[in-house]
């Protein structure tokens, strides 16, 4: 069965520290993987897609690294902002240009001053 | 550059009522979707549609119908709302290939 598995279920820092998200999926064929942040009562927002061939992607403070053969990906944020508090979610392709987005239950990020 | 339009943003129905949800889109992209997010759970595919003209069934569909007639336009219709459709409703879009989804602002809808 397809899924994709998200750690841990919340997190809370304080801002100015460094924190890591987990995902671990079960998803094959894999195409791509992707990383959402989502504000409360916002929709979803891309930060980062990577195919099989990437095992490093940036955007600004977010880091995310892909392990295809573990499958197993983290989503790193740097010097953590309040901003940063969000639900930040873990989606998985088995086919590009299809239906097939796995999503994952997500992190719920809290960055407290 | 709007992105993903989704109306209404919020609406409250008794059960057995009707609406429909809009999502309009000013990309040009050829693939759309409806989801539906549950405490606890990830976002869930309701129906999609991979170009003007056509729709297919997702994941969790029943209760649910939808209609494509214009490219730009993604209708979401629930014929007779039930308390189970309690939901926040997104609406995505992308292009062709591996590309980036946009995302609605979401629609809550309560069912009393």
């Known amino acids: 069965k397809n899924q994709v598995e998200q750690s841990p279920q919340s997190l809370i820092i304080l801002e100015g520290k460094n924190c890591t998200l987990q995902?671990?999926?079960?998803?094959?064929?894999?195409?791509?993987l992707r990383w959402y942040k989502q504000d409360t009562g916002r929709g979803p927002v891309s930060l980062t897609i990577m195919t099989f061939s990437e095992n490093t992607k940036s955007n600004g403070r977010y880091t995310a690294t892909l392990d295809a053969d573990t499958k197993q990906s983290s989503l790193h944020i740097t010097a953590s902002q309040l901003s940063d508090s969000a639900s930040y979610i873990c989606v998985v392709s088995s086919q590009s240009g299809t239906y097939k987005y796995i999503f994952g239950t997500g992190t719920r990020l809290k960055v407290l001053a | 550059n709007a992105g993903v339009t989704q109306t209404p943003k919020f609406r409250v129905l008794k059960t057995g009522q009707s609406m429909t949800l809009l999502c309009a889109q000013d990309?040009?992209?050829?693939?759309m979707y409806w989801y539906r997010q549950d405490p606890g759970m990830g976002l869930r595919l309701i129906h999609y549609s991979v170009g003007e003209g056509t729709t297919a069934k997702g994941e969790v569909p029943d209760g649910y119908n939808v209609s494509r007639l214009k490219k730009q336009n993604f209708l979401l219709g629930l014929e007779s709302a039930a308390p189970s459709q309690t939901s926040v409703y997104f609406c995505a879009s992308t292009g062709t290939g591996v590309t980036e989804a946009f995302f609605g602002q979401g629609t809550r809808l309560t069912v009393v």
């Open positions: 995902c671990n999926y079960t998803v094959s064929p894999f195409s791509n």
């Open positions: 990309m040009n992209h050829e693939y």
